[in-house]
């Protein structure tokens, strides 16, 4: 089993910035990516950013050029960090953690998930 605690969300203006947390513990080493979603009321969880072991960090359209997803690995710990943020951005982030090799991008494809927090974006 693989434990995931997100923090770092809240309450920002368009525009600013925000810094996610995905910390990590137990059988971490079965994992092969972390990934991060997110998902508005009343809309379906979508993808915003995954790396792996053998990739390189990709991004939803919407968040490329904007979010960095990044690791600290002697804290098995993700970050998502968020900048020039938008309304639109609104919505709970949840990370994510896949056993089988390579790189989702749907959440269906993750095995482990964190309980999502929230980040809200005012205009």
């Known amino acids: 089993q693989v434990q995931l605690v997100e923090s770092g969300g809240g309450l920002v203006q368009a525009g600013g910035s925000l810094r996610l947390s995905c910390a990590a513990s137990g059988r971490t080493f079965s994992t092969s990516a972390m990934g991060w979603f997110r998902q508005a009321p009343g809309k379906e969880r979508e993808f915003v950013a995954a790396?792996?072991?053998?990739?390189?960090?990709r991004y939803a359209d919407s968040v490329k050029g904007r979010f960095t997803l990044s690791r600290d690995n002697a804290k098995n710990t993700v970050y998502l960090i968020m900048t020039s943020l938008k309304p639109e951005d609104t919505a709970v982030y949840y990370c994510?953690?896949?056993?089988?090799?390579?790189?989702?991008?749907?959440?269906?494809?993750?095995?482990?998930w964190g309980q999502g927090t929230q980040v809200t974006v005012s205009s």
């Open positions: 994510a953690a896949r056993v089988a090799s390579g790189l989702g991008f749907s959440p269906s494809e993750y095995d482990y």
């Open positions: 790396d792996s072991w053998t990739s390189i960090p």
